[in-house]
């Protein structure tokens, strides 16, 4: 840590800051500038007390810290990308991942025939909310227990690998016995226990990016599931909250770009929230694949209009058609591989 | 709904978008305008489908709500302002609550000798966390059932009341064995599986507004408690995430008033959490006041330079003394009593 | 516009409110839903009194405007896309632009190296700032002058067309003799003075969108330069202010694909302001390209370290030689023919 | 600047570091840490080159600044808190200063109607705009000079002192002919070209933070106009731009504390432009008086309904009274006197 002192601060006062410093369990190491004095405090931050709360001290200015939190989720960490393996399919490390499917699971007649045309088109990965985090209460919640047997009647009937999203530690189990990838949606990015659940489980996890989450603090929340045992976990960049009202979120591609250069975890991104309108998935997943994403997590209903959730961003199965039918050249210069 | 057609929408497609309003039941009613077509989509929309899908048609260039999502959080839906009676301490009406104490709970010292030092300057709430939800997973997670043992001490030695936070739905009852009120962060403000659990319990629940919980939707996130069966409902504003550094948050004094005008219920301020710096605290407590706050939140702790969590906006036992004599002629001004 | 009453307004206020409508020059006609009514304001709206006002009445919950308030700007006003001609090179309708070169203009020296550099491997105009709008005073302003005379010379010497920036209205016919276009920067993005001076000149003119601009304000300030007879009008996304601190700002690409179904005008994408990081601009200029733009605007500069100004997000030769050879298959997919 | 080397740097590329810092003027102070080197440079970083810039370096973690970049505008340039005098109504020091009128100049009624109103009630100073920034070409652009003329028949009649905005450079000479304060809004906030023709003018400047600016860029475009020469600058708070949209900005009163913190500046409050809410207008008075501001700008008009700008925020003459009204025990208590 890097604690800096205000201008013309006595030397008892200096003395003090260094001592608190010791107190604290970092070894001190005063600079003296020409303007400002600065206590470098030397020792690994992630064993030791922060110092941030010197801050409170009246001849201190700023206190900084030098390293970077997470540990796990770092480059640092590993050598090379993980893959995530999905029950064979592999994500990560130039294998790229479609996922696409319903908002939510509506009915059987909905999933299955959504089902079909995302795996006719290349789809490994099935998406569909049995459980659904709604804004309001009075909006459809989701068919529940229903919802992830129709899902498992469409893992049989096509073979397609299930991502489900699960919003209780107590239907982590229940969701895991179908799901193949538990799916944490941004408004439990920061739900610590939920995350913890997750780990336990051992299942791969999709974990998306809060809605206002910085890159440090969803990447501090895969730490949460790798610290606690578990190593299969993807990144979901998904938009995040900004002053612009033409999209319902502002999607970071650059996030993108970002968490694969910190971390080794395959990065997947989601268009259909990411940006909350159906007419601009097709260019997002371009850009996206562009900008060296893992994956891609689709919205796709056989008739958006009449949704039970989210329509305005779920495309139909034409413009899925030609979405996937533009990839090819940007896999391509991308180095990835639709298995 | 009022569904805003594309200018120059053909007849035909105007037709196609009244029959989808019709169908998905509502009564349509077209208004033909200079340069481009409206149609009034006829219908309680808390009870209909939503028209937001309709976007997903090409000729429909934006769709627009008409009421207001929340009902029972609304003024509409009551008489009055509610008041919240947390074990014989009344909030709201006019009653103003003062709830203080350590961030987490840290050791029976540290906890005691706060509780009195707030109570002896006014206080009728103690604060203090048992779970902690914590960015990394390797910062302080709160000492969990110590700490609300300790809590319960410091309730039966000064006779405060006591709020703590629950972070998992799976506490609840155990929580609320000690705390007078539930109180749900920031990081959990849209986990409703929380919230419905919190509601079941009957408790009263202090909800934090999230990170960038638009007003809307924090007062949805409170009709989440509201609909489920329980009416003790405080609203807590504790600063959302903007781009300015000099600040943690944003403290958005002027939704105290907006959710105050919006709703019955009774608003909270968070100075500690609201801008994450000791020194603005005194005036912030001020500013709410000013504002219309029905209670403050305030993180004192006997050493902050060396607390366990979030140091940089405690304050100490002596500026919090200052911060309560400041206070009289704003509650005053503003029409509050601290009981 | 569409004006929202609140539930149960009593008939004779309803009648106030359509009275006033009349009043400011529309038509109005009332819509009786089952909880609100809603009074339609019939007339175009771009040449109306603005109805937002009403809001004032107190039986008035919202007015919603229904018409864009941009017109020339807009795909509606002309068919197919704009080309400007910047002196012989084309940008926009499948025509790319590489514009190129450092972000200040510092010495002869390292002008023309950087214009050699950049001209070899593809650009067709060369960028370098001779005013620069400076956070601090303290800080490099410019050459002024002289900067323009040493673009003046870069010009000559190697063939690349000028972009440079316009920091005042007295400066534009300075500036416009040595510049092919005018570059106007985000902090001046709605100085509509300026706007309307550059305008006059009829140059070609790069409008950055501003820190925290929505897109509509920004097609509204390329209204400006339109309605002020200025047709040659290049938008230029450079990122917009997030709570994000990874990233000096948050490269909004969905904008990119926004703009150009909004607007007939180009797209530019500048990815070095648009992240403030070297190593990112490679990346980045990948995912505009798929995203649709119609040139990048990159900072290039020999020495980066030493650079007099934002060194941190300039890339130097043998990095801008690396991005150019990624880009010829994703302009292929984006169907975009550097010339 | 504190230099931040990534973790396991080998020695070479610490001196690599260490000889460019010299190389850029600083004297060179590397930190050995358990985990990772810092290089701490000791010089003025006001009069040194930016080592931002050294971030493009491999072995480069991170550059923190030590240093604040204002001088001038921060309280450790003076003692004691600045008084602008306006012609005899002094602001800042306990000086409390209400200036009021209409946000537009309509006509000779309109603005003499407000003016009398608004000192009848108290108010020193006339606000009213001659040239208005509006954000589409097609909305009312102000009176011009004919709007400056009706100014100053109200100067002359009232005795009022005039605040009004001045939007180009070219116009400081003629807007100062009848102002007494120029006012530099929010859209204008870094034209750093109009802040130093403001500066040159010796008038008392009011200084509107930008929609995005942090607190320091702000201060820092003070800084433009004291190094300029002109020591009677007023701060002006008038909200950020966030994502919430039951307001049009969010107002910050915390930055009203921080700038009287950081500064020795008069900081003055816009509470019709820091919500956009005629209806939070009176409640964000005591707010901003209590959070600690030296004055209030606010928006009058006989009837805001039919205002040809921004009427839905602008109060009239009745809540304008209630308004004043509610303010003695807030400005009491705050150790403020209108004079």
Same mark, same amino acid.
């Given at each position: 840590?890097?604690?800096?002192?205000?201008?013309?601060?006595?030397?008892?006062?200096?003395?003090?800051? =260094?001592?608190?410093?010791?107190?604290?369990?970092?070894?001190?190491? #005063? @600079?003296?500038?020409?303007?400002?004095? !600065?206590?470098?405090?030397?020792?690994?931050?992630?064993?030791?007390?922060?110092?941030?709360?010197?801050?409170?001290?009246?001849?201190?200015?700023? !206190?900084? #810290?030098?390293?970077?939190?997470?540990?796990?989720?770092?480059?640092?960490?590993?050598?090379?990308?993980?893959?995530?393996?999905?029950?064979?399919?592999? @994500?990560?490390?130039?294998?790229?991942?479609?996922?696409?499917?319903?908002?939510?699971?509506?009915?059987?007649?909905?999933?299955?025939?959504?089902?079909?045309?995302?795996?006719?088109?290349?789809?490994? =990965?099935?998406?569909?909310?049995?459980?659904?985090?709604?804004?309001?209460?009075?909006?459809?919640?989701?068919?529940?227990?229903?919802?992830?047997?129709?899902?498992?009647?469409?893992?049989?009937?096509?073979?397609?690998?299930?991502?489900?999203?699960?919003?209780?530690?107590?239907?982590?189990?229940?969701?895991?016995?179908?799901?193949?990838?538990?799916?944490?949606?941004?408004?439990?990015?920061?739900?610590?226990?939920?995350?913890?659940?997750?780990?336990?489980?051992?299942?791969?996890?999709?974990?998306?990016?809060?809605?206002?989450?910085?890159?440090?603090?969803?990447?501090?929340?895969?730490?949460?599931?790798?610290?606690?045992?578990?190593?299969?976990?993807?990144?979901?960049?998904?938009?995040?909250?900004?002053?612009?009202?033409?999209?319902?979120?502002?999607?970071?591609?650059?996030?993108?770009?970002?968490?694969?250069?910190?971390?080794?975890?395959?990065?997947?991104?989601? #268009?259909?929230?990411?940006?909350?309108?159906?007419?601009?998935?097709?260019?997002?997943?371009?850009?996206?694949?562009?900008?060296?994403?893992?994956?891609?997590?689709?919205?796709?209903?056989?008739?958006?209009?009449?949704?039970?959730?989210?329509?305005?961003?779920?495309?139909?199965?034409?413009?899925?058609?030609?979405?996937?039918?533009?990839?090819?050249?940007?896999?391509?210069?991308?180095?990835?591989?639709?298995?």
């Amino acid at each position: 840590m890097i604690v800096i002192l205000k201008p013309k601060t006595p030397k008892e006062q200096v003395e003090e800051v =260094i001592d608190e410093v010791a107190k604290l369990g970092y070894k001190p190491h #005063p @600079i003296y500038g020409e303007l400002q004095t !600065v206590v470098a405090a030397i020792g690994d931050e992630r064993t030791h007390h922060t110092l941030e709360s010197l801050i409170v001290l009246p001849q201190v200015e700023r !206190v900084m #810290p030098v390293q970077k939190r997470y540990k796990l989720a770092s480059r640092e960490s590993q050598d090379g990308d993980t893959v995530v393996d999905v029950d064979g399919v592999r @994500i990560g490390n130039g294998h790229f991942a479609l996922m696409a499917g319903p908002c939510s699971v509506e009915s059987e007649e909905q999933l299955l025939s959504t089902a079909r045309a995302v795996k006719a088109r290349g789809a490994q =990965i099935l998406r569909g909310g049995a459980y659904k985090p709604r804004t309001s209460p009075y909006e459809f919640q989701g068919l529940g227990k229903e919802g992830l047997r129709l899902l498992d009647v469409a893992r049989r009937e096509t073979g397609l690998k299930i991502i489900t999203e699960v919003l209780s530690e107590r239907d982590v189990e229940l969701v895991g016995d179908t799901a193949d990838i538990l799916q944490i949606g941004a408004r439990n990015a920061q739900n610590y226990r939920l995350l913890i659940e997750c780990a336990r489980s051992r299942k791969p996890v999709l974990l998306k990016r809060g809605m206002s989450e910085r890159i440090e603090e969803w990447l501090l929340a895969a730490e949460y599931l790798l610290a606690n045992g578990n190593p299969n976990v993807l990144l979901c960049e998904r938009g995040i909250r900004t002053f612009e009202t033409y999209t319902r979120n502002t999607l970071d591609l650059a996030a993108v770009a970002i968490a694969k250069k910190e971390s080794h975890l395959p990065v997947i991104v989601d #268009p259909s929230q990411g940006c909350g309108r159906a007419d601009l998935v097709r260019v997002l997943c371009r850009g996206a694949v562009a900008m060296g994403a893992d994956g891609l997590l689709i919205e796709v209903h056989p008739h958006p209009a009449e949704a039970l959730s989210d329509g305005q961003q779920q495309v139909d199965f034409e413009v899925f058609s030609r979405l996937v039918e533009d990839l090819p050249p940007f896999l391509a210069a991308a180095s990835r591989t639709l298995a």
